[in-house]
């Protein structure tokens, strides 16, 4: 591996690493100002904890040794020992370490459908486990060589498509944050516009950190590749995101009659989910149209939640999980040389969809069942007197803006 192809391997793992602090910021101007220290805790707290259980075992469960396995090994090399004093130390540690950068952040996203309520505690409980038992199995399945990278071979169809995280990142998280927004139920009061973000600068900072590390998030693995496809990553990352603000803000437009800074940031968001699986495999003027449209349909789909019942407090529901789907599938139809209409048939359609549901469906089900569990037992919801005088106070001790009086 030449010097400059691992030193972007250390600048894209830096730049995705800075990206959980983003969603720490995206979500934390998001919520209400007494709530903002439990906000931006639960990525922290999920970057410590999803780091170390991935160099323990976390890394060894994410590579299979064949479509059958459900996930590798998790005692193979416990701490990484072995990897350490190999042969090609260097650049297996630098793969690792890029590795861990995505378990963390898709654990991160979860907690935005359960601001304002949920127990710190119990909040990295769910995210051990869930990262254990979820994110790095289905690692293994979408990039390890499990059953859904080998998917197309076994049908006789072209090979699924996720080039950065449609399935394993994006449907993942947003799967998870619908059942742990079940499972926790609403917010005090809860209806449309029970709140408004506390401090819209804040939103719009780690919506411009996100779209920063995006480029690492979405061009990073080219160090593996000699950069042969980093051209179209980075102008279809650009362009896919810039068309989302577009359409999300012509929705909102119409929609509420004003076009709103905390919207463009998450049609900025809406778009770096949509391209994510698609960036290597689109031209860039079928990522414009991606971005446009999943911007105006997740526009739409955040108003889901006051209509169905659910309390997805920051909207990853219609962004994450809706986003990603929209993403996953679109290649079915504009993946070029195999999208329906750009060369192929039906078969890349057949196998996204088969590999976007299963994810969702597995996901949501396993942390259906571990929040119920968490909430049955140690509970994972705040009282209703805690949650009205701050989850800040209550949890944690500490006030976002403790101002001083003399």
Request: net charge negative; proline share 2%; with cysteine.
């Amino acid at each position: 591996m030449d010097t400059g192809s691992i030193a972007w391997g250390i600048t894209a793992t830096a730049l995705v690493l800075f990206m959980t602090p983003g969603v720490a910021f995206f979500y934390g101007g998001l919520v209400k100002a007494k709530s903002v220290v439990s906000m931006m805790m639960m990525s922290f707290g999920a970057l410590g904890l999803i780091s170390v259980l991935w160099i323990l075992y976390g890394f060894n469960m994410s590579a299979v040794d064949g479509p059958t396995q459900f996930a590798g090994n998790p005692f193979s090399d416990f701490g990484l020992g072995a990897l350490a004093t190999g042969d090609s130390a260097n650049t297996d540690l630098l793969g690792a370490t890029y590795g861990a950068t995505f378990a963390i952040i898709t654990v991160a996203l979860i907690s935005g459908a359960i601001a304002d309520r949920a127990k710190f505690g119990s909040w990295m409980i769910f995210a051990g486990i869930w990262a254990t038992l979820v994110y790095f199995p289905v690692a293994a399945w979408v990039w390890g060589g499990g059953w859904i990278m080998s998917l197309g071979d076994t049908l006789g169809l072209p090979a699924v498509i996720d080039y950065a995280g449609g399935t394993a990142v994006h449907i993942n998280a947003g799967a998870a944050a619908l059942a742990l927004a079940i499972v926790l139920g609403k917010r005090v009061g809860f209806q449309k516009g029970i709140t408004k973000p506390h401090n819209v600068p804040l939103v719009l900072i780690g919506a411009a950190v996100l779209w920063f590390g995006w480029f690492g998030f979405n061009a990073g693995a080219e160090w593996l590749n000699g950069l042969e496809n980093v051209g179209i990553i980075v102008i279809n990352t650009l362009g896919a995101t810039a068309a989302a603000i577009i359409g999300w803000i012509i929705v909102e437009k119409v929609k509420d009659g004003k076009a709103t800074a905390a919207g463009a940031a998450s049609g900025a968001v809406t778009g770096l989910v949509a391209i994510t699986p698609a960036c290597a495999n689109l031209e860039p003027g079928w990522a414009l149209l991606l971005g446009v449209l999943a911007g105006a349909v997740c526009a739409m789909a955040i108003e889901l939640k006051f209509k169905l019942g659910f309390d997805d407090s920051l909207d990853v529901v219609g962004i994450h999980l809706v986003g990603g789907l929209i993403g996953t599938l679109y290649l079915g139809f504009f993946a070029i040389d195999t999208g329906l209409f750009t060369g192929g048939d039906f078969g890349q359609l057949t196998v996204q969809a088969i590999a976007a549901f299963s994810v969702m469906i597995y996901s949501f089900v396993i942390a259906l069942v571990l929040g119920f569990a968490i909430e049955k037992t140690i509970g994972f919801r705040i009282k209703h007197e805690d949650e009205l005088a701050g989850v800040d106070t209550f949890v944690h001790g500490e006030e976002g803006y403790a101002l001083e009086t003399v």
